[in-house]
């Protein structure tokens, strides 16, 4: 397998992963199977790290418009807002951001 085809098959199996989280599905040996794959191809040199952080971060941002920190950072503000905010729920879902 060459760097394209095996990069070919990364977006593949993230944009599902990914497609499934965007419906809230988490699919745990999905990520496993994708995480097994991705780290084969740095073993056997057909990507390095950095070139897998990439295709992860690309695919991500297709899926979701963001980056992987940045909705992070979104999910773990509402999180707060949640646990810490009485006050959350006064305001429009329409103005929460």
Known sequence: MNKQNFSHECIRQL????????????????????????????????INHQEAVQIMDDTHFQIFGMSNSQRRAKKDSIKFALKNDDDFFDVPAINRK
């Not at 990520?31 to 084969?40: D, E, K, L, V």
């Open 15 to 46: 944009t599902e992963y990914f497609n499934l989280l965007k419906q809230n599905k988490v699919e745990h040996e999905l990520r496993n199977r994708i995480q097994g794959f991705i780290n084969a191809g740095e073993f056997m040199g057909i």
